[in-house]
């Protein structure tokens, strides 16, 4: 049969809470430094007392196994400790990202019943969160006795407890939630300590949303193994010269990272390091990017895996610069098939669907029994009953060598910087703006690693759809990462000979934009020239007015980083990331002749940045 089986680990080790394994590494090396963010540090037995308090007073509010609870938090110890004082106090978590706009989160709380959200007080979840309990993490005095946290309190068979949901982008036009019990995390991060393998005198920087799934490699596997976790700060997450300052202040040797984010730190200037271990995950792995990673790190590995089967599902150790590029084997107790449109296995070498297997197969969609049976089935190749395999949607081919080759997509979901898409839930929320008529997207690579979202629209009776109305409508109800960077208003959609919207004859937003019809004020002084220089070549727009802004013009967070770090070089004047959010060209341009490495903002634009630009803002490369 065209299938490959993870090493196995050992299943009574699964069978447990993932902070049960955290509590055990604490008990061995409680001294030992275990997390570092922004300036401060706790030790496992400092990590394990703050976790007692918060998980008692969670158990004194009612909260115990079956609860779900809502984590509304910047990136901070706060954050990593609530995580595990969740999963100790026997409840579940759901990540409720800063970065979403209060439309998604409103409905993400609805839909899962939360009870509780945990939140940062500057985050205004009380106004956002309406009807719901919020505990303000950072105004709550607890202590906590770390030697209370002993080992498997939940006893035989705690390992199906749920651990969290999480959610993503839906084809339906909302998101939906996917159920993640602590067994499959757990054999995930046990695989993980074995292959690629963590040891306790490793560093690893920590740079995804909680939002994201592989975050919780970056939070939970440095701390079963007694190694240390250094959070990025959201505002060091992305920018490519505070992340190298991170990586040279803690000596960081492990890291994890969508492509896009790994090019952004070698364009900041990273040199890499002789024992340097980097994961790729999230989107395609190109052979450029592999061979300035292979030049820089003693291993880079592809990863493979999606958040229904419990993070990274496969990897591979891509063996140096030039070689072929594999998503690789299974990881521990992990099945993979490929199979054709009958369900039968596929003869090495011919692509099929892949399905994934064994004990990272998530317990389902949260309230979602239609979609279960569509994409959770009865797993035909193993007798043990109740074994599932889930339907990934993608494309993939087993080589003579044992190695799995992706292949790409059988639907319209995609993958851009790291993030989870499906296209149909944009068409879904542009269609309900009163002046389209219909909407397909899809995705357009301008320049390796650089892939954006185009919207193409029909007019709905008579009305021109305004691509600045359009932007505002999507960023009120999807998070800055789904909002195309470009829209093009169409007559009819190109069709093929059975009536479906021929997405391949869609034309390139270049050839249909009007550029004549824009105003545009060309810049005059020489900081303005400079600025519409950098803008032009990293957006790839021809004309840049001084009243434009950098986001309408097509810019997404990535490319803000990349922009701040040119103007930077050119200039030795840093500009805070949120003025590209409120700020035209003109006024940006304005404050060039500060001081060297001047931060440009006021604390009026800091409360800015926790809110509208946390909105704005995608974080964490991908979900």
């Given at each position: ?11 009574a080790a ?9 509590w ?24 394990a007392?703050r ?38 106090a ?10 979403f ?17 945990l ?19 950072d ?78 490699l ?50 900041a ?9 980097a ?41 140096g ?16 098939y ?102 397909v ?44 960077q ?58 840049v ?7 309408d ?56 940045e ?14």
């Open positions: 049969m065209n299938a490959a089986a993870g090493a196995a680990v050992d299943l699964t069978d447990r809470h993932v902070d049960d394994l955290v055990e590494q604490a008990i061995r090396t409680p001294d030992a430094v275990a997390a570092v963010c922004d300036h401060d540090e706790l030790t496992y037995r400092e990590l007392g976790v007692a308090g918060l998980a008692a007073e969670l158990a004194q509010r009612g909260i115990g196994s079956g609860s779900l609870v809502g984590l509304h938090l910047d990136r901070s110890l706060d954050m990593l400790v609530a995580l595990l004082a969740v999963s100790r026997g409840a579940a978590y759901v990540p409720l990202d800063p970065d706009p209060a439309d998604r989160l409103r409905y993400m709380v609805e839909d899962s019943g939360l009870r509780l959200v939140a940062h007080s500057w985050l205004d979840a009380d106004t956002t969160f309406e009807g719901v309990d919020v505990l303000e993490v105004r709550l005095a607890v202590a906590g006795d770390a030697g209370s946290l002993l080992p498997s309190p939940a006893g035989e068979g705690a390992g199906a407890d749920l651990m969290y949901v999480l959610y993503t982008s839906g084809s339906t036009g909302r998101p939906k939630g996917v159920a993640l019990e602590h067994r499959n995390v757990a054999n995930f991060l046990l695989s993980m300590k074995q292959v690629p393998g963590i040891a306790s005198d490793d560093v690893l920087l920590a740079v995804t949303t909680l939002s994201f799934d592989i975050s919780g970056e939070l939970f596997l440095p701390l079963i193994a007694g190694a240390r976790v250094v959070i990025a700060t959201r505002d060091e997450s992305a920018d490519g010269d505070r992340l190298l300052g991170l990586i040279e202040e803690h000596q960081v040797n492990f890291m994890q990272a969508t492509p896009s984010l790994w090019r952004l730190l070698i364009e200037g990273w040199s890499g390091a002789p024992r340097f271990k994961l790729c995950g999230g989107e395609a792995l190109p052979v450029d990017l592999v061979n300035s990673l292979a030049s820089r790190c003693s291993d880079v590995w592809n990863m493979y895996g999606p958040t229904e089967t419990a993070i990274w599902s496969t990897c591979y150790r891509i063996p610069a030039d070689a072929p590029i594999y998503i690789g084997r299974p990881i521990a107790n992990t099945r993979v490929v199979l054709d449109k009958s369900g039968r296995p596929a003869p090495p070498g011919v692509p099929g669907e892949l399905y994934i297997a064994g004990t990272g197969v998530a317990r389902g969609y949260l309230n979602r029994p239609e979609l279960d049976s569509e994409r959770f089935l009865p797993d035909p190749f193993v007798q043990a009953p109740g074994e599932r395999m889930y339907r990934t949607g993608d494309l993939g081919r087993f080589l003579t060598n044992g190695n799995l080759e992706f292949r790409g997509r059988i639907d319209s979901q995609v993958k851009v910087r790291g993030f989870r898409i499906e296209l149909g839930e944009i068409e879904s929320v542009l269609s309900g703006h009163p002046a389209v008529g219909g909407a997207v899809r995705v357009i690579e301008v320049a390796p690693g650089d892939a954006r979202l185009v919207a193409y629209t029909l007019p709905r009776d008579g009305a021109q759809p305004d691509s600045g109305a359009l932007r505002e409508h999507l960023r009120t109800r999807l998070p800055q990462y789904m909002v195309p470009r829209f093009v208003t169409l007559d009819a959609f190109p069709l093929l000979p059975n009536g479906k919207i021929d997405r391949g004859a869609l034309p390139a937003p270049e050839s249909m934009e009007d550029e004549a019809k824009r105003p545009v004020l060309a810049p005059r002084t020489e900081a303005e020239k400079l600025i519409a220089d950098v803008w032009s070549g990293l957006l790839r727009v021809e004309r007015s001084v009243q434009d802004n950098f986001f013009l097509g810019g997404h967070s990535l490319l803000v980083a990349a922009a701040i770090a040119e103007i930077r070089k050119r200039t030795g004047v840093r500009l805070a990331i949120n003025r590209f959010v409120f700020e035209t060209l003109e006024q940006l341009a304005a404050s060039l002749p500060g001081k060297p490495e001047a931060e440009g903002v006021d604390e009026q634009g800091k409360e800015k926790r809110g509208l630009l946390g909105r704005l803002f995608g974080r964490g490369r991908g979900a």
